[in-house]
């Protein structure tokens, strides 16, 4: 019988060290995993195919539709602001000059002068002096004596039409005037 030794607590186990025998079908799976590896390394990252491709497109068309929408509303919220802001200020300049206008009512020169100009106001004492145009006609001056006219719309329009006068002929020059009333007067006959 054969024992076995027991190996001394103090001295680690030895373990018998694997041999192998070359062989050629392990050299081969060993080159072809090794060179697996170094095609899985060198493959791009972002090899993928056309449906990928699609999809990442998509997302980011709906990402920038969903930015644009809210971006477009921010710039023409913006410049609607601009505008009121400027239709503000013109008519704040409105209310000023309109504020001036009316203060100027405050000062009773301006209020003489105004009802002077606009009114024809007189202060006692003063005598109103009219000129009148010696080139205009008599029928050109409106007095306040004449009476209302009391006829109707249709009867005025009638009326105008009966009052227009007949064109004239127009009237020769005045070497032709002198001679033409000398020749054209009948001869004087005696009386029977």
Do not use: C, F, H
């Not at 491709?53 to 477009?72: N, T």
């Not at 206008?101 to 006692?124: C, F, N, S």
């Not at 005025?156 to 039409?161: A, G, R, Y």
């Amino acid at each position: 019988m054969t024992t076995r030794a027991t190996p001394p607590e103090n001295q680690p186990r030895r373990r018998p060290k694997a041999t192998t025998v070359p062989v050629a079908s392990r050299e081969r799976a060993r080159r072809e995993r090794q060179q697996a590896r170094a095609l899985k390394q060198k493959k791009p990252l972002v090899k993928q195919d056309l449906t990928s491709w699609a999809i990442l497109i998509a997302v980011l068309i709906a990402v920038l539709l969903a930015i644009a929408v809210p971006l477009r509303n921010y710039y023409e919220g913006r410049s609607e602001i601009a505008r009121l802001n400027d239709s503000i200020a013109a008519l704040e300049q409105r209310k000023t000059e309109l504020e001036t206008d009316i203060a100027k009512y405050d000062d009773p020169e301006y209020v003489k002068q105004e009802a002077r100009r606009r009114l024809g106001v007189m202060e006692p004492g003063e005598t109103a002096w009219r000129i009148m145009d010696p080139r205009m006609t008599q029928g050109e001056n409106i007095t306040t004596d004449q009476a209302p006219d009391d006829r109707s719309w249709p009867e005025v329009l009638w009326d105008s039409l009966r009052e227009v006068p007949a064109p004239e002929a127009p009237a020769p020059p005045a070497d032709q005037a002198a001679e033409a009333p000398a020749a054209s007067a009948p001869a004087e006959q005696p009386a029977p």
